[in-house]
């Protein structure tokens, strides 16, 4: 319980960057799909422009974060980049936004992955235009969720979420595409629906009538009264995490989407749910968070079996990717569910790696599917002999994924484990059980897609392009970086999971 | 002299008279593009009259008119929803239709009804406005001049609205024989005084809900809800819809404010159940249909019943709320219905599964269509979304936490059915060749304004917020 307990001491001023580099983040990618409906979608010409728009927008994005990254890093306060401006004085939210430690990194990795989303969008021959406002009003909305601290705001860009992905799925997805995407957003809206009632209880049995998150935390609510909001923020974040029996909507929406959704799928849309937890159930609900942990914990439990088992038995190599990332998301569960420092940084650590690695995943799955004209496990065989390079970076994203030692899920999982264990000495075992289960459905795969005899038809594959390579690699030098280095990340992780935690609250 | 003195303070209202009779005088020698142009410059003449009353409360007729914020407030929602449907309406043209060029004198004259009514403070003034507005809408119904179909359902409508007329005027007459005032407020404070039988006020309550249920669009009025190139003409409808509806919550929501708010009768609890059935009735009336026309026209209904929630706490947040709500409801349909006779000119028909694929022959109205059905659903983070939350906040802070809770689920329910069109217009492949037809500037300029409106409507929430607050207090006091 020692490792990471101490509160790091800064030394160096933090250095000043205006709050307005936050409200960017945020609102830049809007911006630039307003822009973008008035751009002419004719010719190969117009459309090589709008990409290049949109990958210039997601690079500024990028920019933006890594400058805010670079003046957080001596962070002191609670939340840095604060801002709060009057917007609705007469119901008590404001537009009130701001990160910490937990957020920041997240935002990042999502600033990250919508560069990566962009760039593997080259499939997309028809249409880029709908398809690329929709991914930049995505963006917005996830950028939204990570900034916001305001419980009206943090809603809204919740659910700004659900129609472009619907969208995205339904219009640019794969042949059961219309199905998959009807079946997330009824779940998804669902989610919200329980997500909004939770809000407004909150809101309205407060004594105090704000949405403001930092205001409501001083908040005393009865006992029971926290205890039931808890269980509806929990269930609304538990659906988009998903969870056991939430998760099929998740599936079969990253098995049907086209690659760079699946990535911002699995990559950052089922992060906003451990994020939430971590923010709303963990850090401002602690007391009554203490009192349904018990159930919580079974939960994560069972859905990190469960989705290891599903691993072993999947076929589909879309949906194998969907069980393994849901199955991590269940050790964030649990890690969120300990509410011990070790553990919640170690969710949060794992959070990002997992987000690296499963686009790695999704991209990397999508190329072979692509070239070996089918999604079935059993159907491939032997590629390794024709793609070099692809089998060399599926290689690596799969040790990635089971948490290999020096790539970043390894110190992810570890944590949670060591986190987790003192509290919950039946569950964490078990866990650990899921975590290799994962592993052997993981290497398992890895040996009937590469290896093995090569199959007649798989004679004229190609390997990996430059783009796709440089993808790969891109995100595979990260993953490296954040198993190698975690540092870089974990003092202000650190930092700001101690804040979380000390501040109790109820 | 006394009596006429004020007279001055109808100077909004005397622009449109005058509006309506240069209209008349040119139709008959000009086209229905330049009286269209001269209807909308009275508008336009007309708001800036309302512009210099401004935070003013003016007295007119010996208390017949009470030209308070409340009144100015709404007057102002219905001269811009008059100006968008004459914006829209003008190209709501069949094949073959000639329109008369009189039409916007009409609308004028209804615009004149409609505001008369927000600001009566008396029965009979009341009842005189509202059958000024009501009368106007049955003779543009009947003006159709699309066959004998079109004046069936426009002589239908006249039918229903007599009737309503007429539950009104019951409605009213008892009120009158129970407090003996013919002024609202004084009424109000008879109501509190005397005490009279409590069965008989709620039977008063009664008859005026059921006499407001057509104009506000509580009813699923069965004569619009025809085939598409029948049946009233969209402009009506949109004219019925916007001006129509938010005199309605007005008048109604100035007697629930000053008349029945100090009664003892527990009549929020009667506006809550009609509020709950309305919306959920509405709701899944809506789901059901198979044309977006029909659609919007069952739509309405819970959209009546939203409002109507607002008004279960009129003592407290409700006015503002309604006031709010009357602003994102009016910019929403009549979005709605823009969009519906643009795409109408280039498909000429109203099956939602014609809208396949219309994302690809007309990006914008598609997108435009989408923003105004997800925020007629109530889906963030666009205007129809903060009408509702504050309409509910206003429910509940009145006590009546279910019909929020009702609201809520109604709000997912119509957020799947609005996502149903929006697959068919941005997923489905188009089922027919469509040449989208050219459209002239007017029904651009009405779609594209009402949709910056839907989208850009959150951010203005603070100011339009404290105009809504300041209407409330004017109705008050």
Redesign the interface.
Known sequence: MTLLEAVPTTTAAPAQFPTVLLSAMVWVPAIAAIAL?FFPARTDLHRGRIRSFVLATTGVVLGLGVVMWYGFRDQTGTYAYEETR??????GSSYHLGVDGVSMPLLLLSAFLFVFAVLASTRVRE?P??YFVLLLILETGVNGVFASLDYLLF??FW??Q??PM??LI??FGGPRR?KA??KF??VD??G??LL??AI?ILY?KAPVRTFDIVTLHDVALPAALATMICWLFFIAFAVRLPVLPFHTGFIDAQAQAPAPIGLVLTGLTVKLGGYGIIRVNVGEFQDAWHKIVGAVVVIAVVTVLWAAIAALAQDDLRRLIGYIVMSHMGLVLLGAASAAPVAVNGAVLLMLADGLTAALLVLLAAAIIERANTSSIAAMGGIAGRMGRGAALWVLAALAAIGFPGLAGFIGQLLIVLGAYPSHRIATPLAVLGILLVSGAMIWAVQRILFGPLPERHGRIRDLGTLELANGVGLISLIVLLGVLPAILMDSINFSVITLLSRGGG | MRTFGNLLAFSPELWLVAGAALVFALARFTSGATTTAAALITIILAFLALATQFKQTLTILDGAFLLDGFAIVVDVIILGCAALVLLAGAADILPGETPSPALPGFLLLATLGAMLAASAAEMIALFLALELLAINLYVMAGLARRGPAASIAGFGYLTVGAASSGLLLYGLALLFGLTGQTRLAAAGQALNAVAPNQAAVMLTLSLLLGGFALRMGLLPARWWTRGFEVGVPIRVVMLIESVGVVAAFAVFGRLAATTFSSSRIAYPAVIAGVAAVAMTAGNLLALTQTSVRRLLAYSTISQAGFALAALTNPKG?GI?ALLIFLVALTLTSLGAFAAVIAYARSIHSDAISDLAGM??WS??LA?ALAVAL?SLAG???LAG?FGK??V??AA??GGY?WL??VG??N??FA??GA?RI??TM??DPPVFEVTPARLDRGIRASVGLAAAGIVFM?LL??PL??AA?YGRNALLH
């Open positions: 409906l009057g917007w609705l004085p007469s119901i249409q235009k709908e809603f809204l659910q700004l659900a129609v619907f969208l339904a219009r219309l995407a009807w957003l009824a809206l669902a919200s629906a909004l009632l407004l309205f | 947040t503002s994302s690809r990006p914008g997108i997800l889906l963030p983070p979304f939350l504050l509910l906040q509940v802070n936490a929020a809770v809520v689920v709000m997912l957020g799947l996502v929006i697959r941005f997923v959150g929430l603070g917020y404290a607050t």
